[in-house]
């Protein structure tokens, strides 16, 4: 019976993310939640895997010559096939050490927009690290789920799910998807907004890092009511002189800057509003729209969102963790969800 619980519990949901992957297993729950980055030396023209996960993270913007670190992940799909390849290698060793027993069942979540090249792309390097089967299910649905929202109801339900790299606006009922759309905003298009204008209105170069420190810092999506805001010191190169420098943001600053990639995800929630069929339209006024993924967490985006569409707007309990709990859910009732979980190979 053990060999048997061992073998049933090594099945996984991957919630491979642009900028974080999390990974449940069945009877555990979320057990990794790594930043989606990988490491290599590079030694007489062969790449190595150095680090992936935190490690490399703490490389990024940092290496010398001979070592590269990059994000394998852009937009929610793969950029880089070998790269994400071995970090998906990685993450299922580090979690599912008992190889011997079992390959591992594996449900992977893939933006609604994702072209089936791209879907291929993620099927296939999940099959090469080590998967028996590979399912694929969509981004918004996962999201739904694991906020607990009744999808399987007939009555519309809206998900916004703020990532890495795509913005998933999605209307959902009776347990699929009634409308999407895929937006390519979310944070990293955020931390650019930042990178851009620090360097543009302040001269001040900084990096990824600097740029997602000041976001969830002082990020906010509207402009602060004392036109100010909150304040934090900064450190980049000044690109007039080429030294280090040191400077203070206030939150009207990020707020200005973060001005287009929240406007944009405004209006992704206002198109699909637009295109509601009515009787849905009614039950979304009822029940508001839920927002998941870790670009909910910017501060008063959920007001902002409120002020444009004069709808309720709610953020998940736990808005990070939210497609990676349903891409789990959807492994532990999977015969209910079947209809959504794509296997075809």
Request: aromatic share 2%.
């Amino acid at each position: 019976m053990s060999i048997l619980s061992g073998i049933f519990s090594s099945d996984m949901a991957i919630d491979l993310g642009t900028a974080n992957t999390l990974v449940y297993v069945r009877g555990k729950g979320i057990v990794l939640n790594e930043p989606s980055v990988v490491a290599y030396q590079v030694k007489d023209g062969r790449k190595m895997v150095l680090a992936v996960g935190d490690d490399a993270k703490l490389m990024l913007g940092r290496t010398p010559g001979s070592i590269e670190a990059i994000r394998p992940m852009r937009d929610g799909v793969i950029a880089d096939f070998d790269s994400a390849e071995e970090m998906i290698k990685h993450f299922i060793r580090k979690v599912h050490r008992r190889t011997t027993l079992s390959k591992p069942k594996i449900i992977v979540c893939v933006p609604y927009g994702a072209t089936p090249v791209e879907k291929r792309a993620i099927r296939q390097s999940v099959l090469s690290a080590g998967a028996r089967r590979a399912g694929l299910i969509p981004e918004p649905i996962a999201a739904a789920i694991g906020a607990g929202m009744p999808i399987t109801d007939p009555t519309g339900n809206m998900v916004v799910d703020i990532g890495g790299g795509t913005t998933e606006v999605a209307v959902l009922s009776l347990g699929d998807i009634v409308y999407a759309r895929s937006a390519r905003v979310g944070g990293d298009r955020m931390d650019e907004a930042i990178i851009n204008y620090l360097r543009r209105q302040m001269n001040l170069l900084v990096g990824e890092t600097t740029a997602e420190r000041i976001k969830t810092t002082i990020g906010t999506a509207r402009m602060p009511d004392d036109g100010r805001g909150q304040t934090m010191l900064i450190r980049g190169r000044d690109i007039l002189n080429g030294v280090p420098k040191e400077l203070e943001v206030n939150q009207a600053q990020i707020a200005e800057a973060l001005a287009e990639p929240v406007q944009q995800i405004c209006d992704a929630v206002m198109q699909a509003l637009e295109t509601t069929p009515p009787d849905l339209s009614a039950d979304i006024v009822d029940r508001g729209v839920m927002l998941t993924g870790g670009g909910a967490l910017l501060g008063e985006l959920d007001l902002s969102l409120r002020e444009q569409t004069g709808l309720s707007i709610s953020i998940a309990n736990d808005p990070l963790s939210c497609v990676a709990l349903g891409t789990g859910k959807a492994l532990d009732f999977e015969k209910e969800l079947r209809h959504v979980i794509d296997y075809d190979s």
